[in-house]
Every structure is written in structure tokens, then in C-alpha cells.
């Protein structure tokens, strides 16, 4: 009778995927990589596609060269789902339009706003700027105007403005038809909360 091993049997963690971007971060050949580490092309390759598992002490040599922390490779990936429906609904004036966060609330990095524009909705009556440094308006479906201080553009589905997000602007959807545009803003590097305010 074969006995169970006390411990069960630890599944290997695949890093490969993760050193292979870190080298291609790094725009490392694997060829530099060798030399660097004193490894094989050939062992770092089955590395990279996880057929080999590597040696701590190679993890190591190789975080070294890669400049990562070993524990990077073993950590999981932060992710947020965010169901439209379960969207916090964000209010930044304006009238005839739906908007939500559609990024994670605690995100720092960028914020995602998905805004459905009415017919004849509009933004603020006197043009108006947002605390951050980048603003991207992309449009997904109809069409809306942005408006500057001495310039405008009309957007149409697939279009992609990006301007300073603190310049004065407004926008408005003069079609008939609904538009539904994306906002991404970018917060500045000194802002401690920038656009994460909404909610």
C-alpha cells in the first residue's frame, strides 16, 4: 500500500512570466542576461517559460541583475473588479449626464470616469479645471465638443483628446443621439489625493 506524503504536495510557483517582463522592462536580450548572471541562454529560456525552476541561490543572482525584489515574483498582482452597475455614481456638474468611477476608489494612479451624455447635455456653464496634471476624453460611442478658451473639438466615437487636466474647458454633446465618453484623469506627482476625491 503506498502511503500519503504528512505534507501534501506544494505546488510550484511559475515565475517565469514575470522574469521575462522584468528582462523586457529592462530591455535585456537573454544573451545579456548570461553574461550577467554567469547562467546559460539555454537554462534562463526554460526559466522564462517555467519547464526549469531555478536554484534559490539563481533566483536570487537573477532579481540581482534584473534589479527586483525576490519577493515581487511571488506576490499577486493587485487587481479591482468593478461591475458597472456597482459603479459609484460621481457628480462634477454639469447637466444631462450619468457618470461613474470605473476605477478602483482607492486608486491613485489615474481615475476612470464613464460618462453617458444626453442630447443637448452640457458641463458647467463657465469653463472649469480639474486638480490634476493629464486629462485623456475618450469617446466610445456619438459624439461631444470640447470647448477652450480659444479653441474647440468636436469629438466623434473612437477619437481621443488629451490636454493639461488644470486648463479651463467645458464640454457638450450637441448630436441627437446619446454619447458615452471616457475620462481618465492623471494626478499630479506632488498631489497627494489629486483626482482621487470623487467618492
Same mark, same amino acid.
Given at each position: 500500500?503506498?502511503?500519503?506524503?504528512?505534507?501534501?504536495?506544494?505546488?510550484?510557483?511559475?515565475?517565469?512570466?514575470?522574469?521575462?517582463?522584468?528582462?523586457?522592462?529592462?530591455?535585456?536580450?537573454?544573451?545579456?542576461?548570461?553574461?550577467?548572471?554567469?547562467?546559460?541562454?539555454?537554462?534562463?529560456?526554460?526559466?522564462?517559460?517555467?519547464?526549469?525552476?531555478? &536554484?534559490?541561490?539563481?533566483?536570487?543572482?537573477? @532579481? %540581482? *541583475?534584473? /534589479?527586483?525584489?525576490?519577493?515581487?515574483? #511571488? +506576490?499577486?498582482?493587485?487587481?479591482?473588479?468593478?461591475?458597472?452597475?456597482?459603479?459609484?455614481?460621481?457628480?462634477?456638474?454639469?447637466?444631462?449626464?450619468?457618470?461613474?468611477?470605473?476605477?478602483?476608489?482607492?486608486?491613485?494612479?489615474?481615475?476612470?470616469?464613464?460618462?453617458?451624455?444626453?442630447?443637448?447635455?452640457?458641463?458647467?456653464?463657465?469653463?472649469? &479645471?480639474?486638480?490634476?496634471?493629464?486629462?485623456? @476624453? %475618450? *469617446?466610445? /460611442?456619438?459624439?461631444?465638443?470640447?470647448? #477652450? +478658451?480659444?479653441?474647440?473639438?468636436?469629438?466623434?466615437?473612437?477619437?481621443?483628446?488629451?490636454?493639461?487636466?488644470?486648463?479651463?474647458?467645458?464640454?457638450?454633446?450637441?448630436?441627437?443621439?446619446?454619447?458615452?465618453?471616457?475620462?481618465?484623469?492623471?494626478?499630479?506627482?506632488?498631489?497627494?489625493?489629486?483626482?482621487?476625491?470623487?467618492?
Amino acid at each position: 500500500m503506498k502511503s500519503l506524503p504528512v505534507q501534501g504536495v506544494r505546488e510550484a510557483v511559475q515565475v517565469g512570466a514575470r522574469l521575462r517582463s522584468a528582462r523586457q522592462k529592462r530591455r535585456y536580450t537573454l544573451e545579456q542576461v548570461a553574461q550577467l548572471s554567469g547562467m546559460t541562454k539555454g537554462f534562463l529560456s526554460r526559466v522564462e517559460r517555467d519547464i526549469t525552476s531555478p &536554484s534559490v541561490a539563481s533566483l536570487v543572482t537573477l @532579481c %540581482h *541583475v534584473l /534589479q527586483i525584489d525576490v519577493g515581487s515574483l #511571488f +506576490t499577486a498582482p493587485r487587481t479591482a473588479l468593478i461591475r458597472l452597475e456597482d459603479a459609484p455614481v460621481v457628480n462634477l456638474g454639469g447637466t444631462g449626464i450619468d457618470e461613474r468611477l470605473i476605477s478602483g476608489h482607492d486608486e491613485r494612479s489615474v481615475q476612470i470616469l464613464r460618462s453617458v451624455i444626453q442630447p443637448g447635455g452640457q458641463g458647467e456653464d463657465e469653463l472649469y &479645471s480639474i486638480d490634476c496634471e493629464l486629462e485623456f @476624453c %475618450h *469617446v466610445t /460611442q456619438g459624439s461631444i465638443e470640447i470647448i #477652450f +478658451t480659444d479653441a474647440s473639438h468636436v469629438l466623434h466615437a473612437g477619437d481621443t483628446l488629451t490636454f493639461p487636466g488644470r486648463e479651463p474647458h467645458t464640454w457638450r454633446n450637441l448630436a441627437d443621439t446619446e454619447a458615452i465618453v471616457l475620462f481618465v484623469l492623471l494626478p499630479g506627482h506632488g498631489s497627494g489625493q489629486g483626482a482621487g476625491t470623487f467618492v
